[in-house]
């Protein structure tokens, strides 16, 4: 039994990336170029400034001030992304502070060069990356609803919706680490303990767990959606 559900409980993140993987061999556009390489890596760069701005001040620049709030005191000078285009400094209402390069196009939105690249949440595809994003969409709802139907049949199938409640946390704890806190930070938080209550749950056999967690992880994959999109 334990080996059945172990082995579900593995396969759902390893299913996860084997889904994409395939969808970025047969959608080559989704694959970064050198420059959206440079650009995500200065992004973040820029980032952890930030985040030590906001450790020595206590909070986050104004987004009057700006990323040249950071010079001279993190930064010699602002960086311009590859494409000579300034970074976009934005602060969530969750008070997560991003910087963004808007591509090759200098414009929100688009795809291949011209997509959004966040120094949090990495390349951001928003126009002709429908086949992967839909790919992705369809894995992991495939994953959740199996483990959900068969999780009071099949051990496998109860470690398959473990997992991917597991994942889920880990992806929403991962979004919002080193966030100012508030109450509004506090439900994906809250969010991301229920999966992790509801995987601990299936995995000692209580009753209900099976729903609980399926109603915890697609909540948090809304939750994490919004967050990306801030």
Known sequence: MWRGYA????????????FLQLAGIFHPESAADRRTATALATARSLVESLERYRTRHQTFPRASDGLEALVPEQLERIPLDPWGHPFVYEISPRGMADVRSYGADGRQGGSGEAADISGRFGVQQTRGSEFVSTIGQAAFFAILVTGFLGAGRWPWAAGLLSGSGTVCAILLLAAVRRVQWSLEVMFPFVIAICCITGSVALFRRFRGAATFTFIAAFIAYLVLGDLIGT
């Open 7 to 18: 082995m579900g409980f593995v396969a759902a993140p390893v299913l996860c990336m084997l």
